[in-house]
């Protein structure tokens, strides 16, 4: 079948005139044969069962029944007449309901002759009923060459009130294939095929919308879902590959003085197996031609800093400045002491740059910038601002990604001539598989161990009205020198009576834990930032015992003297954010808690949520939660990617398909990087028709 005969315009197929053609076009987006062909079903009737009334269930779905009509009565009620035909089998019996073409259906119906009728049954005084079944001699049935498995394709309301319903968009498909002639080219190599054993394309696609039974529908399934994410990551992979051989980047070949003396000198710690390999890692892709692109994943408390420090060190030895960029004032501003603190005894010079610096030092600082003087550059969404000119930016570290948009990450790599390596961080844990699809075209480091001697922070779930025995807890912690957290959630939508809530809640703290004796701070998203700077300061200098706060310490922020994390309305927030909320306690010696306050009244997903913070404290293990309750679209990061418009596959529920797609995609590409041998022009060819009609495009962003 040469390729042009499904880009037909889909106005060209027998049976669909100019008003269908617009209806398939604006409803499903149909524009060609292709499209049509590509519309898969989203289940199927299974015609291939049949039930004896006897087995009938109340949660059936539709079922399908051979049996006769022994009676056809009219019933008479207020609002109308309906038709009742009681229908046997020899276990049983039903009825069979008509409320709408009642004459015609008595003149036509047969009495004592074998119907299949097939239909969703209600159940109502112990006995079912099927209204409008759809009804087939058995003689006819038997003949009838219908496939056995219906297909029920997508439609909208428009679609079917036009008469565009499921029965014509079949017929449809049926003329497709019968112009066609089933001659659909394959379009996967036969190594790949035989390797998987995979049905042909062709046989695929027949099974899909007109399959013969469950088996030859799976293996469809299976094929076009394997197709459709090969293609996806061997598109992802292609990128990847293209960037590296396409973007230089400079070259930090040398690992020079500051590196060195910081390594073998100032090192605070010994560092994790984990962080020595992801520091390997990005000394390899920053020693190379191109440009790094690469994402850091590591839980809270991983020890990412350090990987942030040492290549900046790295860029430093070779000549070039560094940036580091977080999300919020409070973060840049616990980064640039952690990272002046570290580099004390080094000869680099740091600055930071937030929305409150003072003009006139904002001026020195651009000015440092541009003329070499500064290394280091740390802040907020400041850094992006097109006053900020390096003189040579080789290194762009960003914090916390999903804070950032894609474009303000690559607005950073425009900063100078040649855009800088890129690594970004992240504390919130991407399921592998979703990873893969998402950032398939970045690197991955991660480091999946924390430092030795950490405590597990000891979980629970309590009530609201245990409340006095947990503040009994918290008196008896600060007695022992310990700081807490109280956190209230925030929600744009309710933002005033979150507020309300959070200063109640501020207020009856205060009672209870009365000055002299307790010192209580407060920080939330209203308070001008200098009132949070010094606020958070009071409580990381120890002034403070209890602070008392919205998400703005969801972030980053490291107290290792808090040990305790109360988290009010916990069933109000989403996992990943309890998880990082949870990560701002363990950080010091002491054993650490975190305690979820809610009401009684929990949904299921928040029961699932609460057991799973207590059950665990493993990042990915609650992502992977997290995907499965909230569904890919709702991740972070997955936004943008339009990742989700797959027509098949299913990101979850296919993970298996994907990692093994993956891994072909990755071999293809390797043995033949430009699917230029003979076996793979099937791929080469296929690969440019999605990319020549943007089939491709609409995966990846
Ligand atoms: P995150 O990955 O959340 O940014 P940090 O870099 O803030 O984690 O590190 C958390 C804490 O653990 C810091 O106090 C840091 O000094 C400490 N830390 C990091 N790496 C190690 C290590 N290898 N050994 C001991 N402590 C470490
Ligand atoms: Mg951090």
Known sequence: MNANFLQTPIDYLKGVGPNRADLL??????????DLLNLFPNRYLDRTQYYKIAQLQQTNAEVQIIGKITHIKTVEQKRGKRLVATFIDETGSIELVWFRGQKWIRENLKLNVPYVIFGKTNYFNNSFSMPHPEMELLDAHEKSIR????PVYPSTEKLGNSGITNRVINGLMQQLFLESKNAFAETLSKPLLEQLKLVSKKEALFNIHFPKSQAHLARAQYRLKFEELFYIQLQLIRKNLLHKSKIKGYPFD?????FNTFFSEYLPF???EAQKRVIKEIRNDLGSNAQMNRLLQGDVGSGKTIVALMSILIAIDNGFQACLMAPTEILSVQHYNSLVEMCKRLNTSIELLT?????SKRREIHEKLENGELDILIGTHALLEDKVKFKNLGLAIVDEQHRFGVEQRSKLWHKNEYPPHVLVMTATPIPRT??????GDLDISIIDELPPGRKDIKTVHRFDANRLKVFRFIRDEISKGRQVYIVYPLIQESETMDYKDLMDGYESIVREFP???YQVSIVHGQMKSSDKEYEMNRFIKGETQIMVATTVIEVGVNVPNASVMIIESAERFGLSQLHQLRGRVGRGAEQSYCILMTSHK???DAKTRLETMVRTSDGFEIAEVDLKLRGPGDMMGTQQSGVLNLRIADIIKDSEILKIARSYAMQVLKEDPNLTSEENSPIKNNYAQLVKYRNIWNYIS
């Open 25 to 34: 076009k604006k409803e499903l987006g149909i524009h060609t044969f292709q």
């Open 147 to 150: 496939s056995a498995m219906q």
């Open 254 to 258: 040398k690992i020079g003085h500051n």
């Open 270 to 272: 010994d560092l994790t």
């Open 355 to 359: 929305g409150s610096t003072k003009t």
């Open 434 to 439: 979703l990873a893969m699809s998402v950032y």
């Open 515 to 517: 000055m002299p004796n």
């Open 602 to 604: 929990l949904s299921a």
